[in-house]
Structures are given as structure tokens and as C-alpha cells.
């Protein structure tokens, strides 16, 4: 079947629009390729990403706080002989000992910060050394060094 004179035909596809030239007002019709969406911008991926972030985070601030929510006395680790952060001085002068050294200072704010140094030494030429940093008696963090 054709159509007939007062049909309306069918408009061919945007590839053939182009493919054919001039439009009927005398401009060329600029063809629009239609990319397929990157694989990284479509939903399920992002929502994929944004849930492992948001997990990733979870699972960083229970590493922080779990433990002491499990020993909330910390009597496990004091009997085992290790030190949480978030102990108080007197905890951990019941789980490791007196340090060597304590360098005490303050900031701007006047929050008292102390540095214990513990020394061990292995033989008599390796020592080895840990630094724990407390603030207002609270224990913040701490590392060690060989």
C-alpha cells in the first residue's frame, strides 16, 4: 500500500533525517548520536557504590567504638595486657606498667596532653619502643616503633 496524496507519512529515524540533507526551512539538521550511558552512571551501579560507601563507614566507626562497647570496663584487655583507646591512665598503668618517659604539654585551649614512652628491651643492642598519647587522662592513640 502507498500512501495517498493526503496521508501523513511516517518520519524516517534521526540517522536517515540526517543522511538525507537539508530540512524542509533550509538548515541542515545536525544529527544527535544517542550514546549508551556509561556503565558507572547507571542506578543500580551507583546505588551499588553509595551502599558499600555507606557500609565501608559503618564498619569503620564499629572498629572504633566496638570494643569498648564489648569491655566497656576493659578488664579483658587490662588481663590480657592491652590498651584500648578511649582507657584512662590509671587502666593502663594496670595493663602495662609505668612508662620510661612522660612528656607533658598543652595546647591554646589549656587541654593537658601527655606522651608515655615505654621502652622493651629485646636484647642489649634492640630496643623497642611504644608511645601512647593521652588528653584530660583519656588515651587517644598510640604506636610503635622498632
Known amino acids: 500500500m502507498t500512501p495517498s496524496h493526503g496521508h501523513i507519512q511516517d518520519a524516517p529515524p ?3 533525517l540526517a543522511a538525507s540533507g537539508p530540512s524542509e526551512a533550509g538548515s541542515p539538521v545536525d544529527p544527535v548520536p544517542v550514546e549508551p550511558t556509561p556503565w558507572i552512571r547507571r542506578k543500580p551501579v551507583r546505588a551499588a557504590i553509595y551502599t558499600g560507601m555507606a557500609v565501608f563507614f559503618l564498619l569503620m566507626l564499629a572498629w572504633r567504638y566496638l570494643p569498648g562497647y564489648l569491655d566497656p570496663t576493659f578488664e579483658k584487655h587490662i588481663q590480657n595486657k592491652q590498651v584500648i583507646i578511649g582507657m584512662t ?4 598503668l594496670k595493663a602495662w606498667g609505668s612508662p620510661y618517659t612522660i612528656n ?3 595546647t591554646k585551649e589549656g587541654v593537658r596532653r601527655e606522651e ?3 621502652e622493651d628491651w629485646k ?3 634492640t630496643i623497642k619502643h611504644r608511645y601512647l598519647y593521652f588528653e ?3 588515651l587517644v592513640s598510640g604506636w610503635y616503633y622498632q
Open 116 to 118: 608515655w614512652i615505654f
Open 104 to 106: 607533658v604539654s598543652y
Open 14 to 16: 534521526p540517522t536517515a
Open 136 to 138: 584530660e587522662d583519656i
Open 123 to 125: 636484647d642489649s643492642a
Open 89 to 92: 591512665r590509671q587502666q593502663v
